[in-house]
């Protein structure tokens, strides 16, 4: 087949239907003389008309609708990043976010957060909840391990743990940071219910965090300075950073940096103590 330079979503499409097998959808392999699945095969189960769907592998007709996208995402079976490669090559942008509920991290991710012995890290969702966390962050911040899962958010601790709040150095400019980067977020990943939940809780059992709420502040949670009041090492000034998780857009890599050598020492002291925070 002749390379076609110019129509790239055509060739995307042509290259991800050659791919599949026919029988793994029920088709009768037959007499097939290229690979994959026929253009009608891939039109049915997209559930559009095989016309239009000739029309894209042609470079005719116009761009497709999202929803058209969305529907052949599914029909060809792409992953993730395959529907946002699609998405760009049609549109020239990536799909509006569509939240999901974060799946479990894996081992390699842990063994990540594990090699920072004196570095609190932790791996959060776009709607602030703690799904994996190093032996550093449990001495340092809090020990989510002994949390019931649902009680594992970071405002949920922030507005109702009373230890959270008296380890803050000035707790309603965190507060205030906390609630803005939380919006900012959220509203990223598309997860409107999701917030709509966890702001209708909080307001209910926070009027700070409902005042809070009305100011509709943004910020970004890039980097900057935390200063916490521990109950063993007093206070203490960490430098944090944010990184988003290749391949899992549900996640944010958050590491905590103590600001001096005698800081670091005392954070690994405690750690090897076994204190929790």
Do not use: C
Not at 142 to 156: A, Q
């Amino acid at each position: 087949m002749p390379l076609d330079f110019g129509n790239h979503l055509g060739t995307f499409l042509r290259d991800r239907r050659a791919r599949l097998d026919p029988a793994t959808f029920g088709f009768v392999p037959g007499r097939r003389r290229t690979p994959g699945l026929r253009r009608e095969e891939v039109a049915q189960r997209a559930n559009i008309s095989p016309t239009w769907y000739t029309w894209l592998e042609q470079g005719r007709g116009g761009a497709p609708s999202a929803d058209v996208l969305n529907r052949l995402a599914t029909g060809l079976m792409l992953t993730e990043p395959e529907r946002e490669h699609m998405f760009i090559l049609a549109l020239g942008h990536p799909p509006e976010p569509r939240y999901r509920e974060p799946e479990g991290i894996t081992p390699r991710l842990q063994r990540v957060l594990d090699a920072m012995p004196t570095s609190p890290a932790i791996l959060r969702t776009a709607t602030w909840e703690v799904v994996a966390w190093n032996r550093a962050a449990a001495a340092l911040l809090t020990d989510y391990s002994k949390l019931p899962r649902e009680k594992r958010n970071i405002l949920r601790l922030m507005f109702s743990d009373q230890r959270v709040r008296a380890a803050q150095e000035d707790w309603l400019r965190v507060a205030q940071f906390v609630v803005a980067a939380f919006r900012a977020d959220a509203a990223r990943a598309g997860a409107t219910a999701e917030i709509t939940q966890l702001v209708e809780e909080l307001s209910r059992t926070s009027p700070e965090f409902e005042a809070l709420w009305r100011n509709n502040d943004i910020a970004s949670h890039g980097d900057g300075l935390k200063r916490l009041h521990h109950p063993m090492l007093g206070p203490i000034e960490l430098e944090f950073s944010t990184f988003a998780v290749e391949g899992r857009p549900d996640l944010t890599l958050m590491i905590y940096n103590p600001s001096t050598a005698e800081t670091t020492e005392a954070v690994r002291k405690l750690v090897e103590s076994g204190t929790p925070g």
